[in-house]
């Protein structure tokens, strides 16, 4: 029964990473600015025109690399980080290939384009924290953070993403000299995804509950 139950919240946790993975691209794809936490990937793949997925990849092996020298030990549970780190950055770039781009088009449908992508990827997040598995690597560093030095959880992650996107900026500035890749989007998607994962949390808490069970 009890491999039951984590079958199924595993599977919970990979339907998260499929919609947080097409928020993602949905927001990029809006032209308006991307995800914090994907700043730094999305600036430097266009700079170098490798995908935004790879770099993904990328940058989540170093803060699990960042993690594993934090806690002095590499466990099985951060071992299965990386497949499933490999399969959102995968599902990152379809996405991406699939979803047409909003930029220098209206700014209406593109802001239309950022709502959706916020939601989704709320959705996802909610359901991989109500999934309570596993996390991917920035999430397992900030609580590494978290736990090492005893300042919340909300706060290391504020300051963990204000950290990524200022270096996107400093970036973008010197490679465009402009923000390429970090816009009003980025604060917007910031400011609100936290409220939308409390929301779908509270719609499906319960159901999700009796599905895990």
């Known amino acids: ?3 039951r139950s984590m079958f199924k919240r595993y599977c919970l946790f990979f339907v998260g990473l499929v919609c947080c993975s097409a928020g993602i691209a949905f927001i990029t794809r809006a032209g308006l600015g991307t995800s914090p936490v994907s700043g730094l990937p999305f600036v430097i793949s266009l700079i170098t025109g490798i995908s935004m997925g790879t770099f993904t990849f990328l940058f989540n092996m170093l803060f699990l690399i960042m993690e ?3 806690r002095k030990k590499f466990s099985v549970q951060q071992a299965l980080q990386i497949p499933i780190t490999f399969f959102f950055s995968f599902c990152i770039d379809r996405f991406m290939s699939i979803i047409p781009t909003r930029y220098g088009g209206a700014w209406g ?5 950022l709502v959706i992508g916020c939601v989704v990827m709320g959705l996802g997040i909610s359901l991989e924290v109500m999934a309570d598995v596993i996390m991917l690597p920035a999430e397992a560093l900030v609580r590494a953070i978290s ?5 919340q959880f909300g706060n290391v992650k504020i300051g963990f993403d204000s950290t990524l996107t200022i270096c996107a900026m400093i970036i973008a500035l010197l490679a465009f ?3 390429n890749g970090v816009r009003e989007g ?4 910031a400011l609100a995804v936290g409220n939308i ?3 779908w949390k509270k719609l499906l808490e319960k159901p ?3 599905l895990v069970a």
Do not use: C, D, E, W
């Open 1 to 3: 029964m009890k491999n």
């Open 68 to 70: 594993a020298i934090l």
């Open 109 to 113: 449908p593109s802001f239309v384009y």
């Open 147 to 151: 736990q090492k030095t005893g300042i």
């Open 177 to 179: 000299h402009k923000l």
């Open 186 to 189: 980025t604060l917007i998607n």
């Open 197 to 199: 994962v409390k929301v």
């Open 208 to 210: 999700v509950a009796r």
